[in-house]
């Protein structure tokens, strides 16, 4: 069933993980919605807590619910803290989902990610490779929790009648993002190490593995659109793809980095770190024939992140 719409105006609006980099763009983009966003400040409730989840539900009683909190991380984070990725997710999601069952919130979005598709999933992936392969070892644990959060959206849709949707992005990227050289993806550590490379005068900087992997990345301001578009159209029990359509390798990013930075020198590769996937680009049709399309480009996606970055790196 898709197309279902959903009017949020008027509506109270939970962010869940609303300080993170996608929670972050998900209130500035409702604050195009005339709705009220209810935000559950980190230092009052955790998450992982299920009586603290379910008594804020409770008291605060949301009528719409975009489940963006989460414990993320690039692939040696995820590789490293195996048990915080899988326990961590598994609480958050399964707190949340039942608090909003329970209490009967009207709408729910659940974000995963592109790391729940098999390590060799045909390119594109689309939604029906879930669960068709092995996963990427690096990251299966986090990959798990967010298959589970997929299921339970799907179970509690099927058993009570939940309007509880999951949306898949790509890797993203932007303002707010986490730029700590070892816990960080791709796109902020590459965009940190040009810098510093920049300003101490370094021959050239480093980037972990091979430089061969591709990856598809997403400006987060684009995914926080893409998140209120299917929040409001779509109402269906699969999950739904939400990328940019194209992918580069991490060498070609990472040149494009250092030309947004202005780092002339060279690139070095750590073939001691993982690469992690070879490929996930995704197949992004359904979100097409819904109606949304990316609007930000890559290189210009990375201008302004690198713009945001200079004016908060202290
Ligand atoms: O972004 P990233 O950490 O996550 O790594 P994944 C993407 C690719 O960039 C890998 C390479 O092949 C890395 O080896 N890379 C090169 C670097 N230099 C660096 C660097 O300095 N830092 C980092 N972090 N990578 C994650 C999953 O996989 O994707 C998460 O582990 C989540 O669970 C996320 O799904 C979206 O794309 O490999």
Redesign the pocket.
Known sequence: MNGASYDLSGKRVWVAGHNGMVGAALVRRLAQERCEILTAPRGEIDLRNQKMVSDWVGVNRPQAIFLAAAK?????A?DTRPAEFLYDNLMIEANIIQAAQVNGVEKLLFLG???IYPKFAPQPITEEALLTGPLEP??EW??IAKIAGIKLCQAYRRQYGSDFISAMPT??YGPGDNFD?QS???IP??MR?AHEAKLGGAAAMT???SGT?R?EFLHVEDCADALVFLMKTYSGGSHINVGSGTDVT?EELARLVMRVVGFGGGLAKDVS?????PR?LMDNSRLAELGWKPGIALESGLAGTYEWFLRNRA
Request: aromatic share 6%; glycine share 12%.
């Open positions: 993320v991380g690039g692939i040696l995820n990610s592109s790391c690096t990251n986090y990959a890797n993203l050289l960080s993806h791709v550590a590459l190490k980037i972990w593995g992997p990856r991490i770190k993982p690469d992690g996937t996930k």
